[in-house]
C-alpha cells in the first residue's frame, strides 16, 4: 500500500504542477475552471492505479466492469453532487472517467516498429461503447453524427492519458501531431463519424 500511495502522488503531482502537464499544456486548450473534466481526470488517475493492482480487473480486461462492480464511480458520481458540482457536470465526470480509460494508450502503435494507424486507432476507440456515449455519437437520416463540444473534451481526454502515462517529450511531441491530425479531420468532417475517419485516411502522416 505505501507503493500505491506513492505512486498515486507521484501521477498527481505531475499530472498538476510537474513537467508533464508543461509538455502537455500546448497539445489542447485548458477545460475551463466550472467544467467537469478536472475533477475527472483527479479521480481517474486515483482509479487507474487501484484497477493495476487489482487482479480482477486487470484479469479480464474490463476495468470498466470492475469499477461499476465495486461501485467506486456511483461513489464518485455522489461524492461530486456532494461538493456541489451539480448532478449533470458529475454524470459528465464520471462518463469522462470511462473514457480516460477506455483511451488508455491509444498513441501506442499495435506493433512496436510501426507507426500508430490512427484512422483505424479512432475507428476502434469510437465503436468502445463508453467513447462513443461520451461523444454523444447518434444515429440520423442513416448518417452517424458526433456532438461539437463533446470533440473538444474527447481531445482533451486524449492528451490527459498521454501526459499521465508517458513523460517522454518525444512521445508527447508525437501525441500533440496525433492531435493536430484529429483536429483537422474534425473541421473536415461536418461532425460525421465517417467523415472524420475518412478524412484521416485521406491524410495519413
Excluded: K
Amino acid at each position: 500500500m505505501p507503493e500505491l500511495a506513492r505512486a498515486i502522488r507521484a501521477d498527481l503531482e505531475e499530472l498538476l504542477t510537474g513537467d508533464r502537464r508543461i509538455a502537455a499544456s500546448g497539445l489542447v486548450p485548458p477545460a475551463a475552471g466550472s467544467s467537469p473534466l478536472l475533477p475527472a481526470a483527479l479521480a481517474w488517475v486515483l482509479l487507474r492505479r487501484l484497477a493495476d493492482g487489482a487482479p480482477e480487473a486487470t484479469g479480464d480486461g474490463d476495468v470498466g466492469r470492475w469499477l461499476d462492480g465495486w461501485f467506486l464511480l456511483s461513489n464518485l458520481r455522489h461524492s461530486l453532487v456532494a461538493i456541489g458540482l451539480g448532478a449533470a457536470a458529475s454524470e459528465r465526470a464520471v462518463a469522462a472517467v470511462r473514457t480516460l480509460d477506455a483511451c488508455r494508450g491509444w498513441w501506442r502503435a499495435d506493433e512496436a516498429e510501426e507507426p500508430l494507424d490512427l484512422e483505424e486507432r479512432m475507428g476502434d476507440l469510437l465503436a468502445e461503447p463508453a467513447v462513443a456515449a461520451f461523444l454523444g455519437i447518434n444515429r440520423y437520416d442513416e448518417v452517424e453524427w458526433f456532438v461539437a463540444e463533446a470533440w473538444d473534451e474527447l481531445q482533451l481526454c486524449l492528451a490527459v492519458v498521454a501526459a499521465v502515462e508517458t513523460d517522454d517529450p518525444d512521445v508527447l511531441a508525437e501525441v500533440g501531431r496525433h492531435l493536430d491530425r484529429l483536429e483537422l479531420a474534425r473541421q473536415a468532417s461536418g461532425y460525421q463519424v465517417d467523415a472524420l475517419i475518412a478524412a484521416l485516411a485521406a491524410d495519413p502522416e
